[in-house]
């Protein structure tokens, strides 16, 4: 009988979640003013239905014939779940209200991590050209292991009445990855492993709002590591 012994790393992993359930359905508002209505991936493990309670807002738009005018609306406004504000018959608000504008052409972007803006591990910022949501240089090291969860919904057409909700499918854009280690001693065996380390982790990236991927050429090891280990553990069935 195989005796198994579990290690987890949380480590990043660029990678993307496909699945997506409905957070929260709220009420569509159909007006002349902005609001948001969300859906999130129910895999989560750190996002729930209860303890989803913010995400950044990004948008523009632009008039017929000139998508090279694109005007910001929204720069990292704070959007709230319950907030009395704008938006609140969809269950969630934000501070000084925007209104569509009739004819004008809508792209909207929208990240949380773990209910918090990015700061000290990652810049959120709209991109020069494009005018869509970078997320530049976010670092997932051993003191900020965090679900970053993203959305966007782009191409939506302002009315000058019965705008609905601009509704949010917030997707992960990390995942973690478990490492598993397994021997083949004898059931009677006791074995005990300490100090492991995973080192050269891919870890830090810049997420490309406009295609939804993470530009390869930024993603990099953080720090670099060149890690001698002091025993080496042959894992079967590994690369």
Not at 48 to 76: E, L, P, R
Request: hydrophobic residues 35%.
């Amino acid at each position: 009988m195989k005796k198994v012994l579990l290690f987890s790393a949380a480590i990043l992993a660029l990678s993307s979640c496909s699945n997506t359930d409905v957070l929260e359905e709220g009420n569509i508002q159909q007006t002349n003013a902005i609001g948001f209505q969300t859906l999130v991936n129910k895999e989560s493990r750190a996002l729930t239905n209860a303890s989803f309670g913010k995400f950044w807002v990004y948008g523009t738009y632009h008039k017929s014939g000139q998508a090279a005018n694109k005007v910001i609306v929204f720069d990292g406004v704070n959007v709230l779940k319950g907030n009395t504000e704008q938006g609140a018959s969809t269950g969630w608000g934000y501070s000084g209200t925007r209104y569509w504008v009739d004819g004008a052409t809508y792209n909207f972007y929208a990240y949380s991590c773990d209910n918090e803006p990015l700061t000290t591990y990652g810049r959120a910022n709209l991109d020069e050209t494009s005018k869509a949501l970078n997320i530049a240089e976010f670092i997932c090291d051993e003191t900020h292991q965090h679900d970053l969860v993203f959305a966007k919904s782009t191409d939506i057409q302002g009315k000058a009445t019965g705008n609905e909700a601009v509704k949010f499918s917030f997707k992960h854009i990390l995942s973690k990855l478990n490492v598993t280690f397994v021997n083949e001693y004898p059931a009677d065996y006791e074995l005990t492993i300490s100090n492991v380390r995973v080192s050269n982790v891919r870890n830090k990236g810049k997420f490309l709002g406009e295609s939804g991927e993470w530009n390869k050429s930024d993603v990099v090891r953080y720090p670099e590591i060149n890690s001698t280990p002091v025993v080496s553990l042959a894992l079967k069935n590994a690369t």
